[in-house]
């Protein structure tokens, strides 16, 4: 499933709080797209990993962060179906963290 430009761009945006504050040009990534994101990722007070996350399970999108260069790190999205077979869907938040958990949905 192809990732539009259109919903790359209003995903990174709602990361960065405005298309104004991205840190990089958008580039093509395979079916996604993918991001140059400067300095560190954190879970509260500059809060980026913690909206990435909620952001990928809110949109079903499949996020991968990995090395971006010198001091940077690559934010790669993917669209994801709700349902389907392991490698081609993307659970809500809740379904996360009852499997983290060990809950039964």
């Not at 499933?1 to 919903?7: F, G, S």
């Not at 400067?38 to 990435?52: E, M």
């Not at 659970?91 to 809950?103: L, N």
Request: net charge neutral.
């Amino acid at each position: 499933m192809r990732l539009t430009k259109e919903e790359a761009t209003a995903f990174f945006a709602a990361l960065y709080q405005g298309e104004h504050h991205f840190p990089s040009k958008m580039q093509p990534y395979g079916e996604g797209w993918s991001m140059s994101h400067f300095g560190s990722l954190a879970t509260f007070d500059a809060d980026d990993l913690t909206r990435l996350v909620l952001l990928a399970h809110d949109r079903c999108i499949r996020v991968e962060v990995g090395q971006g260069g010198p001091n940077r790190l690559r934010i790669a999205i993917h669209k994801r179906e709700r349902e389907g077979r392991m490698y081609g869907r993307h659970p809500t938040i809740e379904q996360a963290i009852s499997s983290f958990r060990g809950i039964e949905p």
